[in-house]
């Protein structure tokens, strides 16, 4: 069974950055497409960004603007740069990738932000 390690979760500062690594194992199959949600207690998850083979990306209405995702070109690697961080962009944040054999997720990291 394979999963994702995610790194780069913490506590900073309204307005301050911070930047989310989601590593894939070596045996996996390269994803075809990757995205990252969150959720915070008490509310449904959420569809933060994606991006797909293409290198075509969206993002949720409450980051765009703000938030980047970005993976390597082998597509076992993706990333997000989160800037002026918000208290509501609180959450435990999950990466997904996608590949032939199905959908794989990260642990959760937990990104806080305080006022």
């Known amino acids: 069974q394979d999963q994702l390690v995610e790194s780069g979760g913490g506590l900073v500062q309204a307005g301050e950055s911070l930047r989310l690594s989601c590593a894939a194992s070596g045996r996996m199959l390269s994803a075809n497409s990757m995205a990252w949600y969150r959720q915070a207690p008490g509310k449904q998850r959420e569809l933060v960004a994606t991006?797909?083979?293409?290198?075509?990306?969206n993002y949720g209405d409450s980051v765009k603007g703000r938030f980047s995702i970005s993976r390597d070109k082998a597509f076992k690697t993706m990333y997000l740069q989160m800037n002026a961080l918000k208290p509501e962009d609180s959450a435990v944040y999950y990466c997904k990738m996608t590949n032939a054999w199905g959908d794989y997720w990260g642990q959760g990291i937990r990104v806080t932000v305080s006022s």
């Open positions: 991006i797909v083979g293409g290198g075509i990306t």
